[in-house]
């Protein structure tokens, strides 16, 4: 049964840090790309980052450049977004997403919320 598990979510001051992590099982971690999307309330969902399989190339989205990295473990399963210098902004739901050519995984999401 494949599962993407995302953690780490909450509540942070904005300037903070936040590491979501995304766990995943059943099926072939380390054939697919992996990527981490957000939705705000009352926004569509948009995509923030993603990692080739091997994890050698990585793109971000132009808002959270500098600020996040993506990266990923294949012995782990598992896939990460270090979030730095957290701004109000970035408050939304964050969901992990496994991408092959023929393939489409979520996870539930787990909620950032950046506020004083």
């Known amino acids: 049964q494949v599962q993407l598990v995302e953690s780490g979510g909450g509540l942070v001051q904005p300037g903070g840090s936040l590491r979501l992590s995304c766990a995943t099982a059943g099926f072939t971690f380390s054939d697919y790309f992996m990527n981490w999307y957000r939705q705000a309330l009352g926004k569509e969902r948009e995509l923030v980052a993603s990692i080739s399989n091997t994890g050698h190339t990585t793109q971000y989205t132009d808002s959270i450049k500098g600020r996040f990295t993506i990266s990923r473990d294949n012995a782990k399963n598992t896939a990460y977004l270090q979030m730095n210098s957290l701004k109000s902004e970035d408050t939304a739901v964050y969901y992990c997403?496994?991408?092959?050519?023929?393939?489409?995984?979520w996870g539930q999401g787990t909620q950032v919320t950046v506020s004083s």
């Open positions: 997403n496994a991408q092959s050519w023929s393939q489409d995984y």
